[in-house]
């Protein structure tokens, strides 16, 4: 059965800073991986989809990287904002279009 | 475009009482989820459907739950009889197709609480 975990479960930064969120999952054989936000009271907002062939994906000051082979996953935000605050949830793709999620790591920028 | 819809947004209800949840996936998607957020438990697939049909209803912890798609723009997640411990958020979710490199394009979810 896969298993998500991401590390650290909650996160402070001041704004301006770059900062790594670290997504594991325990089987190598994914499909796809998924980085989601949270924010309160929300739904989730796809960030980026890495496919299992793919190393990294990009978008605006985000960076996903994808190491399928010692199932490891990070998103990298640079020069993080008062409105990056919320969680960020990492979802695998193991295959019939299910997913299973990490819990999330909420993070706090502070302005 | 209307993303995914669901309703109601809250919901709070007396144990005993039947709650039905509703979804309206992106028009053109062929794929539905039913997920359940609880803070023990984080993000978990309670069923998903495709092409209207039932696919994987695993992850449905008891009977007490039901989930139809009638059509392609509608589906319902039944609990019959609610308890407390069916409080959580309640997320539906649609992608483009079966093809597994879709990505999911969730609700704003249906806040649940059972007294």
């Known amino acids: 059965k896969q298993e998500v975990t991401q590390i650290p479960a909650a996160l402070s930064v001041p704004e301006g800073e770059n900062l790594v969120l670290n997504c594991s999952f325990t089987d190598s054989a994914i499909y796809n991986l998924q980085w989601f936000r949270q924010d309160p009271g929300k739904g989730l907002t796809s960030l980026l989809l890495?496919?299992?062939?793919?190393r990294e994906q990009t978008s605006g000051r985000l960076n996903a990287s994808l190491d399928k082979s010692s199932g490891r996953s990070t998103l990298y935000i640079a020069a993080s904002q008062p409105g990056d605050s919320a969680t960020y949830l990492c979802?695998?793709?193991?295959?019939?279009?299910?997913?299973?999620f990490g819990k999330g790591t909420m993070l706090l920028v502070s302005p | 475009d209307a993303g995914v819809i669901q309703s109601p947004r809250h919901e709070v209800t007396e144990m005993g009482q039947e709650v039905t949840l509703r979804c309206k996936p992106i028009?053109?998607?062929?794929?539905l989820f039913w997920y359940r957020q609880t803070m023990m438990r984080g993000l978990e697939l309670l069923i998903y459907?495709?092409?209207?049909?039932?696919?994987?209803d695993s992850g449905m912890p008891e009977d007490r739950f039901s989930a139809k798609m009638p059509n392609a723009s509608f589906s319902t997640l039944k609990i019959q009889p609610s308890e407390p411990r069916d409080s959580a958020v309640y997320f539906c979710?649609?992608?483009?197709?079966?093809?597994?490199?879709?990505?999911?394009?969730f609700g704003d979810g249906t806040r649940l609480s059972i007294l």
């Open positions: 979710a649609s992608s483009l197709a079966s093809h597994s490199n879709q990505p999911q394009h």
């Open positions: 890495i496919q299992s062939s793919q």
């Open positions: 979802a695998v793709n193991s295959g019939y279009s299910t997913l299973t």
């Open positions: 028009s053109g998607h062929n794929s």
């Open positions: 459907f495709n092409n209207n049909v039932p696919i994987d």
